[in-house]
């Protein structure tokens, strides 16, 4: 029995020594060590072993068993490997990798960060309020009366609750004269929403950037002086910027400022950008008011306010003629600005 042991271990690791591939190795675990295996027919045999000899030849089965179950191991282990290594023949790897993609900014991410480097530059920091608006941070509180075109159901989406998305940034305004006294200096971009027919320059829900400055003796020179050095920088120095006599509830007087660029090559005209004004004494009195003490009685302070769309400032910036461009999400379109 002992030598019989001794021949099924010499066999088995002959055999495993010859394996190429790994259905060989299998089938060589099951001719040894499966149900029906050579070892497994011998170890049977033990009931027949002489008690006396019991010990050794136990033994001895184990120590086989051992051998062929590690040899048919590491039979497995360097075939893998091999396979691994032929896998890896064809790959030099000492060649760079291939890069990441790597994403980029959207336009209009690009010349929003450029708009509030600039102003925060000059003095601004960046205040928010929310999209969900009241009718009176909306409207009522920036002197917009109740049968204004603005307010109509068929111009605004509103919420059965009363409540509306905001139709300007200009609520903004408002939301920061509630909490903060002045002097005040903040811009607000974010999303505005109106039920416009949308086509090449109207998109329903568009991104606007406000812009307040309360303090005393605020006058239209700064608002001029503010938004020529804005747009100068913003598009170059010889940018030309015009203040057109406009109406807003909110200021007066009220303006609309239009651009004229010189550095797109084009044969250059004038392009509307903005609303602005100074802050009517009306609203002054309505956030007054509404916080029930005297920071912002018309009579000590004064103020101007801005807003333009950022959607707007990206098509010049960029040459862009369709606005559904930058809600389409097409990577052929994207790309270029990464
Ligand atoms: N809210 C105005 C608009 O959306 C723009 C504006 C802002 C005008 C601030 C004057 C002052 O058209």
Redesign the pocket.
């Known amino acids: 029995m002992l030598e019989e042991l001794e021949v099924i271990k010499t066999d088995a690791l002959t055999a495993i020594g010859a394996i190429s591939d790994e259905s060989g190795l299998e089938e060589t675990r099951i001719g040894f060590l499966g149900k029906k295996g050579r070892l497994t027919a011998a170890s049977a045999g033990m009931r027949d072993v002489p008690k006396e000899l019991k010990k050794d030849v136990g033994q001895k089965l184990n120590e086989v068993r051992t051998a062929i179950t590690s040899a048919l191991e590491e039979k497995g282990a360097s075939l893998t490997a091999a396979r691994d290594a032929a896998a890896f023949s064809s790959i030099d790897a000492t060649l760079p990798a291939r890069p990441l993609p790597s994403g980029g900014l959207h336009p209009l991410s690009l010349v929003l960060d450029e708009a509030v480097s600039i102003l925060r530059r000059m003095g601004f920091a960046l205040a928010e309020g929310p999209e969900i608006e009241t009718e009176w941070h909306c409207f009522d509180a920036l002197n917009t009366p109740e049968d204004h075109p603005a307010r109509n159901e068929s111009d605004t989406f509103y919420f059965e609750n009363g409540k509306l998305l905001r139709?300007?940034?200009?609520s903004v305004?408002i939301r920061t004269m509630e909490k903060e006294v002045p002097p005040v200096r903040i811009i607000a971009p974010g999303s505005?929403f109106r039920r416009d027919e949308i086509d090449a320059t109207h998109l329903s829900a568009f991104n606007?950037l406000?812009?307040l400055y309360v303090d005393e003796k605020v006058t239209l020179a700064d608002l001029k002086g503010t938004l020529e050095y804005f747009f100068r920088e913003l598009f170059g120095s010889k940018t030309e910027v015009r203040f057109r006599p406009h109406f807003?509830p909110?200021?007066e007087p009220?303006f609309e400022v239009d651009l004229k660029l010189h550095a797109t090559g084009k044969a250059a005209k004038w392009i509307e950008i903005?609303?602005?004004?100074i802050v009517d004494p009306a609203v002054f009195t309505e956030v007054t008011t509404k916080r029930g003490d005297a920071a912002y009685d018309p009579s000590g302070i004064s103020g101007f306010?801005?807003?333009?769309g950022i959607d707007r400032l990206a098509m010049i910036m960029y040459g862009i003629p369709d606005l559904r461009l930058l809600i389409e999400n097409d990577v052929r379109f994207l790309r270029q600005f990464a």
């Open positions: 139709t300007h940034t200009s305004q505005a606007q406000e812009g807003f909110f200021t009220s903005a609303g602005c004004g306010a801005f807003g333009m």
